[in-house]
């Protein structure tokens, strides 16, 4: 039997929503799960990129052994059930920058399990599925993104339940995703986080959540500027991040720019704008990182409302 599961790419965080807030993105990874009639093969995990600008060497960077995520949600899932995961070869397409805070290594984990799960006769339903993959993650915004699609706020809770509920994106706003060529391991991207922040920044991002929320509700383009604020963890890592400082003041002053944020982890920039200056920001982000020696991708995308799909089933 062979499954093939093509998952979305996503973007964490969105400013104030440091691992809750998260929205899956039309950039897409293809994991296809097979299992092998030699026995005692083991598990054989492939990684093949579909795009130039995913290099050799981030795929190297890549565990393809017992060690990587994918195996191990896998592993979860067959334990659940009673069973270890053994004959099965994995092949991961990859599109989605690695490293890069589009959620590749969600989407790796994501449909690692649900193409184990099909394998498996559907054991685990999509409860299971998200708690799964928050545990092998650590956090849920990503995952939860890329099972369920669309704009999702979601929280991992004390018992491992992944609690969510999706929020309407205004159309009328634009996501613009500018990612670096440069990678930042999530890793690294948290070890600078605080164990202990302030109790009046904590406070601050409070204020910004429940903006973000009504934001989204009403269609309130100022009330999306103040929104967009956080300072749970970007004010930490934009050192990590050469350029996003000078982007940040740059897009300031441009009137249609409601905010423009790490993703995820970084190093990618996700703005939100309104109205039809897409050019002039993609240029203007475009020639702060060249002056940097930093190639870069800007892409102006729409939000993909579809989580994870099964794609092909052959037996
Ligand atoms: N919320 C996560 C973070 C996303 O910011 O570290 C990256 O996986």
Redesign the pocket.
């Known amino acids: 039997m062979k499954v093939s599961v093509r998952v979305p790419a996503s973007t ?2 969105l400013g104030p929503g ?2 809750c807030l ?1 929205m899956a993105l039309p950039i897409y990874n293809t994991i296809t799960i097979e299992e092998t009639v030699l026995p005692g093969s083991g598990v054989d995990i492939n990684v093949i990129s579909e795009d130039d600008a995913i290099d050799q060497m981030s795929i190297e960077h890549l565990s393809l052994n017992e060690n990587s995520l994918i195996y191990k949600a896998v592993e979860l899932l067959y334990n659940s059930i009673g069973q270890n995961p053994s004959e099965l070869k994995i092949t991961i397409h990859t599109n989605i920058p690695i490293a890069s ?1 589009l ?1 590749s ?2 989407s790796v984990v994501v449909g690692g399990l649900i193409a184990a799960n099909e394998l498996l006769g559907r054991p685990a339903d999509e409860a299971a599925l998200l708690s799964i993959a928050a545990e092998v ?1 650590g ?1 849920p ?2 995952i939860t993104a890329a099972i369920v699609g669309g704009l999702v706020i979601s929280s991992l809770e004390d018992d491992c339940t992944v609690v969510y509920r999706k929020l309407e994106w205004p159309n009328e706003w634009n996501i613009t995703v500018c990612i670096p060529d440069y990678e930042l391991a ?1 890793d690294i ?2 070890s600078v ?1 605080p164990k202990d922040i302030p109790i009046c920044d904590a406070v601050f991002n409070a204020k910004r959540m429940a903006m973000f929320v009504q934001a989204i509700h009403t269609k309130d383009a100022n009330l999306m500027k103040l929104a967009l604020q956080d300072r749970l ?1 970007q004010p930490y890592r934009i050192k990590l991040v050469p350029g996003l400082e000078r982007i940040v003041e740059a897009l300031k002053h441009e009137e249609n720019v409601l905010g423009c944020v ?1 993703s ?2 970084g190093p990618s920039i996700l703005i939100i704008s309104q109205k039809n200056n897409l050019d002039r920001i993609h240029s203007i982000v475009r020639d702060t990182w060249s002056g940097l020696n930093v190639k870069s991708i800007i892409k102006t995308l729409g939000v993909e409302s579809l989580g994870a799909q099964v794609i092909s089933n052959e037996d």
């Open positions: 964490a965080n440091f691992d998260a805070g959620g290594s969600a993650e956090h915004d990503n999530t991207s948290r986080l963890h790490l995820g982890a």
